[in-house]
Nanobody
Framework: VQLQASGGGLVQAGGSLRLSCEVS????????MGWFRQAPGKEREFVAA????????QYSDSVKARFTISRDNAKNSMYLRMNNLKPEDTAVYYC?????????????????WGQGTLVTVSS
């Protein structure tokens, strides 16, 4: 299975970006998915997760009400809409597929990751 994350870039604080994660080699319909991020010098942290059906989502407190995770199983894709971006959102964003059909906040629950896409938010 391969994951390809895209959509990152440079944006001013208060701006928006939409990340995409396209999956090949496996049908997504039975797997939860999620987004994590890693800033320079920091550990990878949970951002958002979505169940296989899309009915259940989870967010970290730092992005809740600003970010929206979604998926389209017919397109084997997942998305992250990021609004009101802040400089502290600057990081490489990774998408992953979970062993579980529901949501998970733990990196250990994910068995495959994309290469990451860089988001830089200037103040």
């Amino acid at each position: 299975v391969q994951l390809q994350a895209s959509g990152g870039g440079l944006v001013q604080a208060g701006g928006s970006l939409r990340l995409s994660c396209e999956v090949s080699g496996r049908t997504l319909s039975n797997y939860g998915m999620g987004w994590f991020r890693q800033a320079p010098g920091k550990e990878r942290e949970f951002v958002a997760a979505i169940s296989w059906s899309g009915d259940t989502t989870q967010y970290s407190d730092s992005v809740k009400a600003r970010f929206t995770i979604s998926r389209d199983n017919a397109k084997n894709s997942m998305y992250l809409r990021m609004n009101n971006l802040k400089p502290e959102d600057t990081a490489v964003y990774y998408c992953g597929i979970s062993y579980r059909s529901g949501t998970s906040r733990s990196p250990g629950a994910f068995f495959s990751w994309g290469q990451g896409t860089l988001v830089t938010v200037s103040s």
